[in-house]
Structures are given as structure tokens and as C-alpha cells.
């Protein structure tokens, strides 16, 4: 069996770009053309810069995905900040483990999911938009929960929390839907933090300061 898998179609450009990002890109090149055309010079520099920054921040590459049972991908490209067993949990029914991801505004965002199963609840709550990587962000900042169970029966949470500068939050699945490991399902804009709740015995391969990427790198295996 071929050790690794694409549950998506392959990119037809060089350098793709996810779709939320096209009236970004759109609003920055027009309002550069406005300038260009006025004969200010500086700021239709400065927002074609800006234009190609948004390009780059929307950058969708495509993944192969690991597919050996059980394996346990990262939703995320950025760093490992938390990888730690906790006792009580919003997004969890007792003891499990826990996975945060730090996304600078530099990393891929596009998120993926992390193991195959079926979506048995979404939940999007409002909140704040403290500091990706500070501890209180998780529970207080805008924040979208995914519910999954595994075709084994075990319970999984991803959930999308907005950073900082973050202000919106995009998910593409819903409840009920069945759901394959790499599979691109949201991302967040400019900046924020992927938390991934698993079961109590979850046999981790990562640790807090890892550079983990979405779809390729495996987190560990659920036994």
C-alpha cells in the first residue's frame, strides 16, 4: 500500500492560491491600479507590495499526506507551543491530550483535518483577540471548534482560534460530513493558532519549539 495519500485534487498553477484570499488580492491590486493611473507613485508601490504579501499569505500549496492507521497529521504549518496531557478541557469529555500550533503570519494557513472520521459537531464562539500564543487565547478569543469521531469510535477536537490580528475565521465543513486525514476544511486570516484535543493515550511524536506542516508532518498515532 502507497504510505501516503491526497484527499485533494492537485493544484493546476505553479502557486496556488487559496479562494478566501481572491478579494484581498483583488481590493489591494485595484486600489494600487487607482494610484498608478492618479500618478502617485509611492502608494501604488506600496499597495502593489501589499498586494504580493496577500498572494503569498494565501499560498495553498499541495501536501502528501501520510496514510499509515491511526497516524494523527498537523492541521497547521508553524511551531509547536503545547504538547501536554491536561485533566479538564472545554473541547474534550475528561483527561486527553492536547496540541497547540502557533501560526505567524508567514506560515501556510490553510488548515487541515487530522485524521479520518465524521464531523459530529461544529461550535463557533466569539471572543476577543488576544495573542495567538498566549495561554488565556484558547478559551477567550473568537474561536471554532470541529468535533470529530473516528472510524474506530475515537473522540477528536480541532479547534481554529483567531490570533491577534485575526478577524476571521473560515470553515468549509459541516456536520455530518465525512471527512479524510490532509483534507483542506478552513483557514484563519493573518495570524493565529490551531488546538488539537485527543485521547488520553495518544502516543505523541512532536514537542513544544517543533516546525510542524499541514498534512505532512505526523503528530503521533492514535492506539
Known sequence: MNPYEGPDRPSVTAFPIAKAGFPFIYASAFASAIFALLGLKIPAILLLGATLFICFFFRDPDR??????????????????????????????????????????????????VQEGEVVKIDYRPGK???????????????????????????????????????????????????KRGQKFGLICFGSRLDV???????????PGDKVKAGETLLGEII
Open 64 to 113: 502528501v499526506i501520510p496514510a499509515s492507521p491511526g497516524a494523527v497529521i498537523s492541521p497547521a504549518d508553524g511551531r509547536i507551543i503545547v504538547a501536554e496531557k491536561i485533566g479538564l478541557s472545554a473541547f474534550y469529555k475528561g483527561p486527553c491530550f492536547k496540541i497547540s500550533i502557533f501560526m505567524n503570519i508567514f506560515n501556510v494557513h490553510v488548515n487541515r483535518i
Open 129 to 179: 483577540f488576544y495573542s495567538a500564543d498566549q495561554d488565556k487565547a484558547g478559551l477567550e478569543n473568537e474561536h471554532n471548534a470541529v468535533f470529530i469521531k473516528t472510524e474506530s469510535g475515537r473522540e477528536l477536537c480541532i479547534v481554529q482560534v483567531a490570533g491577534l490580528i485575526a478577524r476571521r475565521i473560515i470553515c468549509t465543513v459541516q456536520k455530518g460530513e465525512v471527512v
Open 197 to 207: 484535543y485527543l485521547p488520553e493515550d495518544f502516543k505523541v511524536e512532536v514537542a
